[in-house]
């Protein structure tokens, strides 16, 4: 499956985005997509998790209550709806597919990074 993530861009501090992952190749059927963030100098850290198939969501802590991940399966697309942004959340975004877990090992396709960048 091939992977395109956009939406990124420079927002103050308190605003919106939404990220957008589009899959291509094949339907997701039984993957699960997660959206991960990598800030300069720092690990890429997972941010949020949805089954295709269940629906089932999961987030880091610090995206609790200000995101909300869903899905169009019409569209075979996964979004990241990101509110109440802040400076800390400035990073490359990266949508991977793959299995239910929390960490990039458990994810075999990933799409190019789309930078959001938060000032204060």
């Known amino acids: 499956v091939q992977l395109q993530a956009s939406g990124g861009g420079l927002v103050q501090a308190g605003g919106s985005l939404r990220l957008s992952c589009a899959a291509s190749g094949r339907t997701l059927g039984s993957y699960t997509v997660g959206w991960f963030r990598q800030a300069p100098g720092k690990t890429r850290e997972f941010v949020a998790r949805i089954g295709w198939n269940t629906g089932i969501t999961s987030y880091t802590d610090s995206a609790k209550g200000r995101f909300t991940i869903s899905r169009d399966n019409a569209r075979n697309t996964v979004y990241l709806q990101m509110n109440s942004l802040k400076p800390e959340d400035t990073a490359s975004y990266y949508c991977?597919?793959?299995?239910?877990?929390?960490?990039?090992?458990?994810?075999?396709?990933w799409g190019q990074g789309t930078l959001v960048t938060v000032s204060s």
């Open positions: 991977a597919a793959g299995r239910w877990g929390t960490t990039p090992s458990s994810y075999d396709s």
